[in-house]
């Protein structure tokens, strides 16, 4: 479990980093036993399902959210629970590899991680967001075979990318989420994308923000040093904030 002290820290640190290196960040003291690349290796799946139980242990497992109908742009709200999404019958495989059979060529691949967000990141600033899907299917190829004879991945027919596209996302579960959402104003029904890694990173500067300003008025009206107030628990920090109002 985090405390304020932590919360503080990872804000600090990740505020300035790319939304890939902020779910990194936010995992790392959860997970102090292993290191910033193995977590950056994680599949995205297994990255968001271990996000989805920080998630759990700091807010709760009931999630608000909020979009745009893209019909008629009224607003719409929807819940989520991360225990439904988190599915435990959809396992993450154990392996690195996996192929796929198409015609007489087999691909073999491995499932995209942070470092390939990372990687495609700089890709975007430089192409612009066209080629992202592209690219970020081509870095996960690692060996092409036609009648097994090994080629180039360069030499990937165009045709092929639809379904290791596929083969990704059925490989690697909790990689996306996707909810169906309608519209309560003209009945439309859409595909909404949710993105854990933004999700909570929002909820947790939100608490960061609000844990200082507490520091705040504390240290302010004790002359307590900021340590010493971080090491409260939120129970003891409430009651001298509850004391302060009356
Ligand atoms: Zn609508």
């Known amino acids: ?20 290196e902020k779910a990194i960040l936010m995992l790392a003291p959860i997970y102090p036993s292993e290191p910033l690349n193995s977590l950056a290796s994680l599949s995205l799946g297994q990255r968001n399902v271990r996000l989805f139980r920080l998630r759990e242990q700091l807010f ?34 154990e392996q690195q590899q996996f192929s796929l059979a198409l015609d007489e060529s087999v ?41 097994g004879v090994r080629q180039p991945t360069q030499s990937l027919p165009d045709d092929a990318i639809p379904a290791l596209a596929q083969a990704l996302k059925d490989n690697d579960p909790h990689c996306e989420i996707i909810c169906r959402l309608t519209c309560p104003e003209c009945s439309h029904n859409w595909p909404e994308p949710f993105d854990i890694v933004k999700f909570l990173w929002h909820e947790l500067e939100a608490k960061a923000q609000i844990i200082l300003s507490e520091v705040q008025l504390l240290a302010k009206a004790f002359g307590w040093w900021e340590a010493d107030i971080l090491s409260l628990s939120d129970v003891r920090r409430k009651f001298y904030l509850d004391g302060l109002n009356e």
């Open 107 to 147: 691909l073999s691949f491995r499932l995209v991680n942070s470092y390939d967000l990372r990687d495609i990141a700089a890709i975007i600033e430089v192409e612009g967001p066209q080629s992202a899907e592209y690219e970020l299917i081509h870095h996960c190829i690692t060996a092409f075979d036609v009648n």
């Open 60 to 93: 709760g497992t009931v999630m608000n959210a909020n979009s745009a109908c893209p019909e008629c742009h009224e607003g719409v709200e929807f819940q989520l629970d991360s225990q439904v999404i988190c599915d435990p019958n959809k396992v993450h495989a």
């Open 1 to 20: 479990m985090l405390g304020a002290h932590e919360i503080i820290k990872i804000w600090e640190i990740a505020i300035s980093k790319p939304f890939w």
